[in-house]
């Protein structure tokens, strides 16, 4: 039963559908696993075992009653919840002290209908801080470690998801992209993860660090298995306010449509200076491999991708300052357990819930947004997205996807940039631009580079293009097998 860790979501459904294997044995199976190696991982910061075997059970019951008929592809398949999705009954901590014990009374939409499809929960993935980070190195859980090599971090804020994925302790999981946090730790661990269009995943249950940049979407090993997983997660929810109604999808219907024709736009931007040696060579070799399946390249400009970097620093910081002012003690989560009056107790909860980088981000986001400063720096930040969204639209008249590396470098060593937030910053540059314009990207394995370490190619489609986007990263995946390596010393 062991090689059913390296699995496709569809192998998985067969086998569970045709009975030769049950739900119940397929969640023991990564439940041992997690138990095994999550010690050295740090991937997961909480599991149950008697509720997941619990989801099982009712999993095989549906399978058993449904006796052949069609039920949804992904029942009785284990997923595992990024920290950031309210999940009921289970603590959803963000990676902070601030919600240690926080135990979630309601599902987040995306949780929601990931249960509706019958997935089993095999717990929560640990997570930078509130996903204030780009190597979870600011989760007060401690850091996740990159399963290629433990010296390494596996990227953020889903750093556990991609870990936990890349280490084989579950076949999918759930992540959000605020300005590259499931595209970058996807790149970083060598698998598969995509930034649905903006509203096109619903917000709800999901604690919000920058609501006009925040989406969620699927991680897992493949282009195809992120497209089942993004069937059952997208749709309208009337509780979120930015939520989009649109006609229901089938993401994986052109899987398998042949690339001949298709245009694939170049940044010059994304190839310049920056770019370490060996993730540009591992990126040539797949644009190398796409034209050889029929598509061509053509250079295009994103001329304010720059500017990229500023503006989502700006912007990030203030809407996270109005979005956690909600974490004052008084009602849920940590309180100090001295003060003089309300007003200490305010600060002291804070200033002793919030780690460092989220404290420094909230500073910067009143800052901006205080009297005199919102003119000079929010409202100019605003307006520089409005021109980056225009430069993609321009670029998508010439070309049908986008492509690019998804990191300038291959995963770093701990400590490695932490000491210096604008080098760490900087490993979004070719990420965040994405988010600003509200378009979808995702990012899938194309090779190794130094030490051994995966590298990302990053696929940016237009507005609510992720059907085409998915196709063009299966048709690269039929025929190479970055995506289904592991690291050797956890097979």
């Known amino acids: 039963m062991s090689d059913l860790i390296n699995s496709s979501l569809r192998e998985l459904s067969a086998a569970l559908a045709t009975r030769q294997v049950s739900a119940v044995e397929l969640a023991t199976l990564f439940l041992d696993r997690i138990e095994k190696l999550n010690p050295s991982l740090n991937a997961f910061v909480t599991t149950d075992r008697a509720k997941t075997l619990a989801q099982a059970r009712t999993a095989d019951e549906k399978i058993v009653g449904a006796g052949g008929s069609a039920i949804s592809p992904l029942c009785g398949i284990p997923v595992a919840h990024k ?19 926080f135990v979630s009374p309601y599902d987040a939409h995306v949780v929601e209908k990931l ?36 010296s390494c971090v596996p990227g953020g804020s889903s750093g556990g998801s991609a870990a936990a ?43 919000a660090f920058a609501s006009s940049l925040d989406q969620a979407g699927p991680m897992a090993k ?49 190839f310049g200076a920056g ?15 796409y034209r050889r399946l029929g598509a061509t390249t053509l250079e295009v400009r994103l001329t304010n991708s720059g500017l990229s970097v500023p503006a989502y620093y700006v912007i ?80 998508f008249q010439q070309c049908d996807v986008i492509m690019g590396p998804t990191s300038p470098s291959v995963a770093f060593a701990f400590g490695a940039k932490s000491a210096d937030p604008v080098q760490m910053y900087l490993s979004d540059i070719y990420t965040i631009s994405t988010n600003l314009a509200g378009l979808p990207g995702m990012s899938l394995p194309c090779g190794f580079g130094a030490n051994n ?32 390596r592991m690291p050797e010393t956890l097979k």
């Open 83 to 101: 920290d950031i999705f309210c999940t009921q009954g289970w603590r959803t901590s963000c990676g902070s002290k601030m919600l240690t014990n």
């Open 115 to 150: 249960a509706a499809a019958g997935m089993v929960t095999l717990g929560k993935l640990n997570m930078d801080e509130f996903a204030m980070g780009s190597s979870n190195e600011t989760s007060y859980f401690g850091p996740v470690k990159n399963p290629w090599n433990v």
């Open 165 to 207: 994925i890349a280490a084989r302790l579950t076949p999918a999981a759930t992540g959000t992209d605020t300005g590259g946090s499931i595209r970058q730790p996807a790149a970083l661990c060598g698998l598969s993860g995509l930034k649905p269009t903006y509203g096109v995943v619903s917000r709800y249950g999901m604690i």
């Open 222 to 270: 493949s282009a195809s298995d992120c497209a089942l997983l993004l069937n059952a997660m997208a749709g309208f929810d009337t509780r979120d306010s930015t939520s989009l109604q649109r006609p229901v999808e089938d993401y994986g219907r052109d899987l398998e449509k042949p690339l001949a024709g298709l245009r694939i736009g170049l940044p010059q931007e994304f």
């Open 275 to 289: 770019m370490d040696a060996d993730v540009r060579a591992a990126v040539d070799a797949a644009l190398a491999e």
């Open 316 to 395: 990030a910081p203030a809407e996270a300052s109005s979005n956690l002012s909600r974490f004052d003690g008084v009602r849920y989560g940590y309180r100090a357990p001295e003060y003089a009056d309300l007003a200490e107790m305010y600060s002291r909860s804070r200033a002793q819930g919030f780690g460092a980088e989220v404290k420094r981000r909230i500073l910067i986001g009143t800052y901006v947004l205080s009297h005199g400063y919102y003119d000079a720096y929010y409202l100019q930040a605003q307006k520089i997205r409005r021109l980056i969204a225009a430069d993609f639209q321009a670029a």
């Open 453 to 484: 370490m995966p590298v990302g190619l990053q696929i940016i489609g237009n507005w609510f293009d992720e059907a085409r986007m998915l196709n063009v990263a299966h048709k690269y995946q039929q025929v190479t097998d970055w995506h289904t």
